[in-house]
């Protein structure tokens, strides 16, 4: 019984910022890796950014530059920093925690990112 509860999506115009947060129900140290992925209607679920247990993370190219992922281990928290947003940002927006091998992954109900003017 893992809970992971996003929040901090809404609408913002190009070129904007949002931070975007992911509470877990445990401690996050507990987990070997947790990240962020989105989903865009139409499209595949992508992996965004990742950070591992030990502080190792990962940049999708098309946001690289731009977001940083980021967390606070005695919030149970992990944290997406978004700058510089473009349209093509918009997405659901799902926060992932990975346990010890394969399959052992959780995931949390997302938060909307919608860029627009």
């Known amino acids: 019984q893992v809970q992971l509860v996003e929040s901090g999506g809404g609408l913002v115009q190009p070129g904007g910022s949002l931070r975007l947060s992911c509470a877990a129900s445990?401690?996050?140290?507990?987990?070997?890796?947790m990240g962020w992925y989105r989903q865009a209607p139409g499209k595949q679920r992508e992996m965004v950014a990742t950070?591992?247990?030990?502080?190792?993370?990962n940049i999708a190219d098309s946001v690289k530059g731009r977001f940083t992922i980021s967390r606070d281990n005695g919030q149970n928290t992990v944290y997406l920093q978004m700058n510089g947003l473009k349209p093509e940002d918009t997405a659901m927006y799902y926060c992932?925690?990975?346990?010890?091998?394969?399959?052992?992954?959780?995931w949390g109900r997302g938060t909307q990112v919608t860029v627009s003017s």
């Open positions: 445990r401690s996050i140290n507990s987990f070997y890796a």
């Open positions: 992932r925690a990975d346990g010890l091998g394969i399959g052992n992954a959780y």
């Open positions: 950070i591992t247990r030990g502080g190792g993370t």
